[in-house]
């Protein structure tokens, strides 16, 4: 049974950021811009009581001063956050939003785009590098368009999961399909879309066309085991959140190889067998997370064994021994 779950509000507020931060706001919006913004706002379904940012696009104003909106230098709209504006309807395949070309960073995060497959049309906006539709109501298949959008860095479409509400899935194209264009991203956050993979399908298809990511998350995504030893490819992985899946596997020890490793996130995951102990050991480990594994076997770290851990999470796991008066504070 799925399980709800929030990591991907970590994500939300590090891609939001970046849509606020990374692109300069300059005066001076261009016409044809202005005028697909309000193309857009008028075709949106949204609730005015509840909106921040779409309810204050007036034709009398510069568009690159409305809020959630930045542009460059040329009056180039190149950044778009409607994150949170109860937007219930309204982007589909011809909407003016697939024409802002020079369009760079998009947030329709925490939206209610309910029993609403992603526009195909979202694949002609190539010039895209952060790309944020989580929790946004979208369901059904990915569309293979996706990967047209070849400079992405983020890609963000982690959904939470409510009895009901049909998920995102992942089946045709599969993971590997949808990924073999996007190799500049860094940072793949796919939590509760079903992508259904086994093992050496789903480690095989992430190892072979991300080089450079940093952030994986894919909880909650029914993926099974074991975790597959091409995983190590990825040397510059700084967060791995993969709990919630039925792995029915110990886990690798290889996990102990991430000298980058900030976060391991691997809560009920049916993780059985004895827990390698030098993934302790790992320099730059913060977070460990390894909540209800019934059958997850390990000893407590010894003293001068837990490296930069600040957060240890072993409740509903058999782990047993003394318990070092350093890691006190930090084991729950």
Known sequence: MRIIFIAWLFSITILTILCIKTIPVYSQCLE?????????????????????RLVNWTPINDCCGWKGVTCDQA?????????????SGGVNQSSSLFRLQFLECLNLANNSFIFTQIPSSFGSLTSLKYLNLSNAGFSGQIPIELSLM???????LSTLYFPGIQSLQLHNPNL????????????????GVNISAKGSEWCQ????????????????????????????????LSEIHLGSNNYSAPVPKFFANFRNLTVLSLSSSNLKGQFPEKIFQIPTLQTLDLTNNGLLDGSLPEVGQIGSLQRLLLSNTIFSGKLPNSIVMLIR
């Open 32 to 52: 044809d811009q202005k005028s697909l913004l309000l193309q857009l706002k008028n075709s949106l379904k949204f609730n005015p009581a509840i909106s921040v």
């Open 75 to 87: 009056g180039h709209v190149t950044g778009l956050d409607l994150n949170s504006e109860s937007i």
């Open 150 to 156: 070849t400079r992405l860095v983020t890609l963000d």
């Open 176 to 191: 590997s399909t949808l990924l073999q264009n996007l190799t500049g991203l860094t940072e793949l956050c796919l939590d």
């Open 205 to 236: 298809a992430i190892s072979s066309s991300l080089p450079n990511l940093r952030v994986l998350s894919l909880s909650n995504c029914n993926l099974s085991g074991p975790i597959d030893y091409s995983l190590l490819k990825l040397q510059s």
